[in-house]
């Protein structure tokens, strides 16, 4: 479908010494749920300007710094992965408006040894990738919760959460055993209940001891201690997690949830697997709502079973463990 704006001279408000830039407002209908490309003729060829538009039933007015007589499209966008949302990391500063650090130090509900603190020492943007360290820094809560470690975890809670979705993160992951880096979502109002029976999708998980294979996995169910879980893991067919950059991907659809490494699908869960104990009228919970993105590295915890505590069996000399982030990129499909 492709439409034709209508254009309006944007009037000056004041007066000014510089020449002001010329400018149009367009203005269209969507549809909700729909996206949109706009497009300006340029000789027989028409170019995209900005970024994809998602509809939502009104109409949406746009700002273009353009000649009043320039020539405008808008082009529903139809069979093909959207781009919504992407953080490159390019900047010297964790984005804000895209992620927040957690901070805690109660073991992430995994009996793990880590203080999760909002220092720049533990996460930050260096050198167009985002760094998320851990280090043996003990730190003791105001309530007297000690933990021998200090990490970091952030989310994008209310910045960046999705209903369906393809989610890819090219990363490359630390080492060292006891050490536990994720790339994981969880639902932003959970309606479906607490956990697990609200869900969770583990995009990326990986055990510092065993970096040949990288693990995902989706935890539904009921309340814990009623919880449920399916998943699994692959190798690398090359370098391991923590030798090389790998991509990561999750094409998350409402009836299934596919991964992928380096472009290679390598797991796909369906609807008929997981369910919720919790769930109204819907097949599909709890992956219906709209979920968030986390990253972190925890030291410790019940995910290595009776070795958790192997961490501390680290020289000095292997801290920091730091999980480098290239980038995320997120798409939407359009039906």
């Given at each position: 479908m492709k439409l034709l704006l209508a254009l309006l001279p944007l009037p000056l408000l004041g007066q000014s010494l510089l020449k002001p830039e010329p400018a149009v407002i367009l203005t269209f209908p969507t549809a909700e749920g729909s996206f949109y490309q706009i497009e300006k003729q340029d000789g027989e060829k028409w170019q995209p300007v900005g970024g994809p538009l998602k509809g939502d039933g009104g109409k949406v007015t746009k700002t273009i710094q353009e000649a009043a007589d320039a020539k405008f499209r808008l082009t529903k966008l139809q069979k093909q992965w959207v781009p919504v949302w992407s953080d490159e990391f390019e900047g010297t500063e964790i984005d804000r408006s895209k992620w927040s650090n957690e901070v805690n130090g109660y073991?992430?509900?995994?009996?793990?040894?880590?203080?999760?603190?909002?220092?720049?020492?533990?996460?930050?943007?260096?050198?167009?990738?985002?760094?998320?360290?851990?280090?043996?820094?003990?730190?003791?809560?105001?309530?007297?919760?000690?933990?021998?470690?200090?990490?970091?975890?952030?989310?994008?809670?209310?910045?960046?959460?999705?209903?369906?979705?393809?989610?890819?993160?090219?990363?490359?992951?630390?080492?060292g055993q006891g050490i536990w880096p994720a790339i994981w979502m969880l639902p932003t109002n959970s309606p479906h209940g607490g956990w697990a029976a609200g869900g969770e999708i583990d995009i990326v998980e990986s055990r510092g001891s065993e970096v040949d294979k990288t693990i995902g996995t989706l935890h539904f169910g009921d309340n814990w201690p009623k919880n449920a879980y399916k998943g699994g893991n692959?190798?690398?067919?090359?370098?391991?997690?923590?030798?090389?950059?790998?991509?990561?991907?999750?094409?998350?659809?409402?009836?299934?949830?596919?991964?992928?490494?380096?472009?290679?699908?390598?797991?796909?869960?369906?609807?008929?697997?997981?369910?919720?104990?919790?769930?109204?009228?819907?097949d599909t919970a709890p992956f219906d709502s709209p979920f968030h993105l986390i990253f972190n590295v925890a030291a410790g915890g019940h995910f290595f079973g009776d070795t958790k505590q192997d961490v501390n069996k680290l020289p000095d000399s292997a801290f920091p463990q730091t999980m480098l982030i290239d980038y995320v990129r997120v798409s939407q499909w359009a039906e």
């Amino acid at each position: 479908m492709k439409l034709l704006l209508a254009l309006l001279p944007l009037p000056l408000l004041g007066q000014s010494l510089l020449k002001p830039e010329p400018a149009v407002i367009l203005t269209f209908p969507t549809a909700e749920g729909s996206f949109y490309q706009i497009e300006k003729q340029d000789g027989e060829k028409w170019q995209p300007v900005g970024g994809p538009l998602k509809g939502d039933g009104g109409k949406v007015t746009k700002t273009i710094q353009e000649a009043a007589d320039a020539k405008f499209r808008l082009t529903k966008l139809q069979k093909q992965w959207v781009p919504v949302w992407s953080d490159e990391f390019e900047g010297t500063e964790i984005d804000r408006s895209k992620w927040s650090n957690e901070v805690n130090g109660y073991g992430g509900g995994n009996n793990e040894l880590q203080y999760y603190s909002a220092a720049p020492k533990y996460s930050s943007v260096r050198d167009g990738k985002l760094n998320l360290s851990v280090f043996r820094d003990a730190h003791t809560t105001s309530d007297g919760k000690k933990q021998p470690y200090s990490s970091a975890r952030l989310h994008s809670m209310y910045r960046g959460e999705w209903t369906y979705a393809r989610i890819e993160i090219r990363a490359k992951l630390p080492s060292g055993q006891g050490i536990w880096p994720a790339i994981w979502m969880l639902p932003t109002n959970s309606p479906h209940g607490g956990w697990a029976a609200g869900g969770e999708i583990d995009i990326v998980e990986s055990r510092g001891s065993e970096v040949d294979k990288t693990i995902g996995t989706l935890h539904f169910g009921d309340n814990w201690p009623k919880n449920a879980y399916k998943g699994g893991n692959t190798k690398f067919p090359g370098k391991n997690a923590a030798e090389e950059f790998h991509t990561y991907m999750i094409e998350w659809k409402k009836d299934e949830i596919s991964w992928f490494l380096d472009g290679k699908k390598w797991q796909t869960i369906e609807k008929k697997d997981w369910f919720s104990a919790n769930a109204r009228k819907s097949d599909t919970a709890p992956f219906d709502s709209p979920f968030h993105l986390i990253f972190n590295v925890a030291a410790g915890g019940h995910f290595f079973g009776d070795t958790k505590q192997d961490v501390n069996k680290l020289p000095d000399s292997a801290f920091p463990q730091t999980m480098l982030i290239d980038y995320v990129r997120v798409s939407q499909w359009a039906e």
